[in-house]
C-alpha cells in the first residue's frame, strides 16, 4: 500500500554536486527512491567546503545522506541522533555505517592494466589530503611491489600550499623528465592526471610512448580536455548510491545492518590514448597480448592467434613464457575468466549467457574450468560476491 504523504521519510542528502562521482551518488539515490520510495527528500547544490546548513541542528527527520567534509559537520550530525549513512570516508565518525569503494581494488585494477602493456617501470603520483587517496596510493604500490617492482612516488601539494600554476607546472615537468622510460603512471584522480599530462606536454615527452597515464573518477570533461584524453578507472558511484539508500531505508524501518561497511570495487578502466599502448620489446609477444585482450572472449584459442600472427606455436609459446611467464593458453584462459567474474559480479546473466560471451564453448566447460581454477563453482563465487562487495 502507497503510504500517505505526511507518512513519506523525510531524508537530506548533503553532498557536494561539484564533482562526477557525486553525481552519479545522487543517480544511484534516485534510483532506488524510483524503486522503493517516496521520500520526501532536502537536496541542495554545495561545494566541498560548504558550512553546515543552519537548519541542520534542528532538524527532525528520519534520514540522512552524507558526504561529510569537516568535523563540523560531523559532529552535528552525530549529534541530531538521526539514523545516517556517511559516503565519504576521511571525516566519517568511529561507528557510522559506511557505503563507497574498495580502493584495494582500483589500486590492484590500474597496476594489472599497465602490466598487461608490458610497462615494468611505475610511478604514482599521490594526495595525503584524503584517507581514500592514501589508500589508493598504498594500494597501487603493493600490488606493483607483489610482482617485483619497484614504484616512484609524488605527492601533489595539499590545497591551500599550492604555488602558482606555472611554479607548480615546472616542478612536475622536472619530475616526469627524471624518471625512468618508458613508464607507467597512477594518478589519484583526474585533476593530477590532466596536470601530468600538461607537463609531459610541456616538455616534450611522448605519451603514452613515453608516460603512460591512468587517472581516477573518469569525469568525462577532465578524461576529454586532457592531451591526450585521458584514461581513468571508472567507480561505481550509481552502484554506491543505490547501496547507500537502500542501507538507510533499512536502518529508518528499525531493521540493523548487517555490516557496518560496504564496499564496492570500481567498473574497470575507460581506456584512451593516454594509456592505451602496448611497451612490450618483442613484437611478436605484443601483438600475441593485443589479440588475446580482444579476442580471447570471443573464443579464439591459440590454433587461431598462432594463425593470425603467423607463426609456430612453439615460437610463440617461448616467447611469451619469456615475457609473461605464462603459455599463450594460460594468457586466453587468464583474460577470459577476469571476464567471468565481472559478469558474475556485476550482472544477473545467466551461466549460460556468460560462457557465451567468454568464449567457452557450453555452460558445462566454463563451470569445470572455472571450480578446477577456484575451487569453487561459479554459482558460489556470484553469491561470495554479493556478500562481500
Known amino acids: 500500500m502507497r503510504p500517505l504523504p505526511n507518512q513519506f521519510p523525510r531524508v537530506a542528502l548533503l553532498l557536494e554536486t561539484t564533482r562526477s562521482y557525486s553525481r552519479d551518488l545522487l543517480r544511484g539515490i534516485r534510483r532506488y527512491i524510483a524503486a522503493h520510495g517516496p521520500w520526501s527528500t532536502f537536496l541542495e547544490l554545495r561545494a566541498q567546503d560548504s558550512s ?8 527532525d527527520g528520519d534520514g540522512l545522506l552524507t558526504r561529510t567534509f569537516n568535523s563540523e559537520i560531523a559532529e552535528i550530525v552525530t549529534a541530531s541522533g538521526i539514523p545516517c549513512v556517511e559516503l565519504r570516508s ?16 582500483i589500486g590492484a585494477m590500474v597496476a594489472e592494466h599497465f602490466l598487461e602493456r608490458g ?12 584517507r581514500f587517496f592514501v589508500e589508493r596510493v598504498t594500494n597501487f604500490m603493493s600490488a606493483v611491489a607483489a610482482h617485483g617492482f619497484d614504484c616512484l612516488r609524488l605527492d601533489a601539494p595539499a590545497e591551500g600550499q599550492q604555488p602558482a600554476w606555472e611554479e607548480y607546472l615546472t616542478q612536475l615537468i622536472q619530475w616526469v623528465g627524471s624518471l625512468p622510460k618508458p613508464i607507467a603512471v597512477f594518478a589519484v584522480n583526474d ?14 615527452i611522448s605519451v603514452p610512448e613515453d608516460v603512460a597515464v591512468v587517472g581516477t573518477e573518469n569525469d568525462e570533461t577532465l578524461c576529454a580536455f586532457a592531451t591526450p584524453p585521458l584514461s581513468s578507472v571508472q567507480l561505481s558511484g550509481v552502484e554506491v548510491g543505490f ?16 555490516k557496518m561497511e560496504i564496499l564496492l570495487p570500481p567498473k ?22 593485443r589479440l588475446i585482450r580482444d579476442f580471447a572472449p570471443l573464443g579464439m584459442n591459440v590454433n587461431e592467434l598462432c594463425q593470425r600472427l603467423n607463426t609456430s606455436r612453439s615460437t610463440l609459446e617461448r616467447r611469451m613464457r619469456a615475457v609473461f611467464k605464462r603459455s599463450p593458453k594460460e594468457e586466453i584462459q587468464r583474460v577470459r575468466f577476469r571476464e567471468v567474474e565481472r559478469l558474475l559480479s556485476q550482472t544477473d546473466n545467466t551461466i549460460e549467457t556468460i560462457a557465451a560471451q567468454t568464449g567457452f564453448p557450453h555452460c558445462h566447460y566454463l563451470q569445470s574450468a572455472f571450480k578446477s581454477t577456484y575451487g569453487i563453482t561459479p554459482g558460489t563465487f556470484r553469491k561470495r560476491a554479493a556478500q562481500n562487495p
Not at 191 to 204: I, K, P, T
Not at 281 to 288: C, M
Open 90 to 105: 576521511t571525516h566519517s565518525p568511529q561507528g557510522r555505517l559506511f557505503v563507497g569503494m574498495d580502493n584495494t581494488k
Open 268 to 289: 574497470g578502466i575507460v581506456v584512451r590514448r593516454s594509456s592505451d599502448q602496448f611497451v612490450i620489446a618483442d613484437r611478436l609477444v605484443a601483438d600475441a597480448a
Open 191 to 204: 585533476s593530477l592526471g590532466a596536470h601530468l599530462l600538461e607537463a609531459c606536454l610541456r616538455a616534450g
Open 243 to 258: 547501496a547507500a539508500a537502500q542501507l538507510l531505508d533499512q536502518i529508518m524501518r528499525g531493521e540493523p545492518p548487517q
Open 52 to 59: 553546515p546548513p543552519s537548519w541542520l541542528r534542528h532538524w
Open 119 to 130: 610497462y615494468r617501470k611505475f610511478a604514482v603520483f599521490g594526495l595525503e589530503n584524503e
